[in-house]
Nanobody
Framework: QVQLMESGGGSVQAGGSLRLSCAASATISSRNCMAWFRQVPGQEREGVAG????????TYHDSVKDRFTISLDKAKNTMYLQMSRLKAEDTAMYYCAADRRRQYCGLDVPRPGDYEEWGQGTQVTVSK
């Protein structure tokens, strides 16, 4: 099982930017699907963005389209989430996830139940 470790979270004012990183302990090409999720206490975990590791497909939650960008650096076995024009409602714990079981990652917003490997999370706090 691959170990995933997020970093890059922090506190930022609304309108600012952050880049989250998710470092994998094994080659990410062995995982067909990777994604970012976020969760606010008392709420369900929701998909933010997903990416196919071997095909040029990405998916985004409507609330982050045109503001967030998911990407991979296979040489570094790292996935990124570039977040721009941050809003207070983006405040959450952000998690990265990976799945090696599925060949088809889908073109919809990632769903938590489809992912088997998770990081510990990194907190993002956006102040107004």
């Amino acid at each position: 099982q691959v170990q995933l470790m997020e970093s890059g979270g922090g506190s930022v004012q609304a309108g600012g930017s952050l880049r989250l990183s998710c470092a994998a302990s094994a080659t990410i090409s062995s995982r067909n699907c990777m994604a970012w999720f976020r969760q606010v206490p008392g709420q369900e975990r929701e998909g933010v963005a997903g990416i196919w590791t071997d095909y040029p497909y990405t998916t985004y939650h409507d609330s982050v389209k045109d503001r967030f960008t998911i990407s991979l650096d296979k040489a570094k076995n790292t996935m990124y989430l570039q977040m721009s024009r941050l809003k207070a409602e983006d405040t959450a714990m952000y998690y990265c996830a990976a799945d090696r079981r599925r060949q088809y990652c889908g073109l919809d917003v990632p769903r938590p139940g489809d992912y088997e490997e998770w990081g510990q999370g990194t907190q993002v706090t956006v102040s107004k």
